[in-house]
T-cell receptor, first 112, second 112 residues
């Protein structure tokens, strides 16, 4: 399935690096999301965008900075991360905020 | 307070068995309900939506009980490939906006 794609699939970065995660959806959806999933932990919602406007920010540290330039693309800019930020970062999209969400394959991030 | 509760399991069942999971939710105004499955180190994938009248998709049957605020998933004739974590998902209306809340998941292990 290629409805929601994410790049890169794997990323190793040092604590002083700056990197960006990219998500693209080809489903014509209006809402996009970033989630974090640490090992053997449940999904944690980070950010919600609806019609390119950020509508939710769940107390995420400022070292994570989202960007939604249009309804098909979502970025997560990373800087000065900590080792505890190592996790699987999942992007999802949905028709609206009560509809089913479709996930990308995720970016597996390791912070050294 | 957002709350979607599931028994984490694991549920260990032999091939061919029937297994059922329940999930309770706290917000009586919730309108959308879903079951997702997540394989180890992969993204969650939509299994099925849950409708008020109950619905079936092959070996899978989902039920909604609004009065008691729980949803269920029944899997008949379990296959080895059904081994996964099953996530209960409910929309949470909140002060003019809504998004989906994911439960922590129930792990199913199907053995030969």
């Amino acid at each position: 399935e290629t409805g929601v794609t994410q790049t890169p699939r794997h990323l190793v970065m040092g604590m002083t690096n700056k990197k960006s995660l990219k998500c693209e959806q080809h489903l014509g959806h209006n809402a996009m999301y970033w989630y974090k999933q640490s090992a053997k932990k449940p999904l944690e919602l980070m950010f919600v965008y609806s019609l390119e406007e950020r509508v939710e920010n769940n107390s995420v540290p400022s070292r994570f900075s989202p960007e939604c330039p249009n309804s098909s693309h979502l970025f997560l800019h990373l800087h000065t991360l900590q080792p505890e930020d190592s996790a699987l970062y999942l992007c999802a999209s949905s028709r609206d905020r009560v509809a089913a969400q479709y996930f990308g394959p995720g970016t597996r991030l390791l912070v050294l | 307070r957002k709350e979607v509760e599931q028994d984490p399991g694991p549920f260990n069942v032999p091939e061919g068995a029937t297994v059922a999971f329940n999930c309770t939710y706290s917000n009586s105004a919730s309108q959308s309900f879903f079951w997702y499955r997540q394989d180890c180190r992969k993204e969650p994938k939509l299994l099925m939506s849950v409708y008020s009248s109950g619905n079936e998709d092959g070996r899978f049957t989902a039920q909604l009980n609004r009065a008691s605020q729980y949803i269920s998933l029944l899997i008949r004739d379990s296959k080895l490939s059904d081994s996964a974590t099953y996530l209960c998902v409910v929309n949470e209306p909140n002060s003019g906006y809504s998004t989906l809340t994911f439960g922590k998941g129930t792990m199913l292990l199907v053995s030969p």
